[in-house]
């Protein structure tokens, strides 16, 4: 295996941790940016294999990070998934909409977090064949 470099994008700090402890524990490297900016300054330094980012920050959405990596040539193939606690009617359809590849609802779990993590990897990048 390879290992996949995610950048997450993340303002809570609970989340972020639990975030990064589950996907270094399965041997992925990470990345973290506490607001948009700094994530999208983020994927240009390190192109990641994967983005995850929330919907829900100070300053700029996650639907603005959205829109300004889909517009950038370099990144606009990595593949990018919401992790939001927004889960109602709609919401999954708005996030596909806005150029996300995927959705993952808050609360995260943690038994389910990385096969759903690793679902929108390369083969080759994920910690187990699924």
Not at 16 to 24: C, P, S
């Amino acid at each position: 295996m390879k290992v996949a470099r995610i950048l997450i994008i993340e303002d809570n700090e609970a989340n972020m941790q639990l975030m990064v402890y589950l996907l270094r524990a399965f041997g992925h490297a990470t990345f973290e940016a506490q607001d948009g900016e700094i994530g999208i300054s983020t994927a240009r330094q390190e192109l990641p294999d994967l983005i995850l980012c929330d919907l829900q920050m100070p300053g700029m959405d996650g639907y603005e990070v959205a829109q300004r990596l889909r517009l950038d040539p370099g990144l606009k193939t990595i593949s990018l998934v919401a992790v939001t606690a927004y889960a109602m009617a709609g919401d999954r359809e708005k996030v596909l909409a806005a150029g996300f590849n995927g959705y993952i609802s808050k609360p995260i779990n943690p038994e389910l977090f990385l096969e759903q993590v690793e679902a929108f990897l390369p083969s080759e990048k994920r910690s187990r064949s699924s």
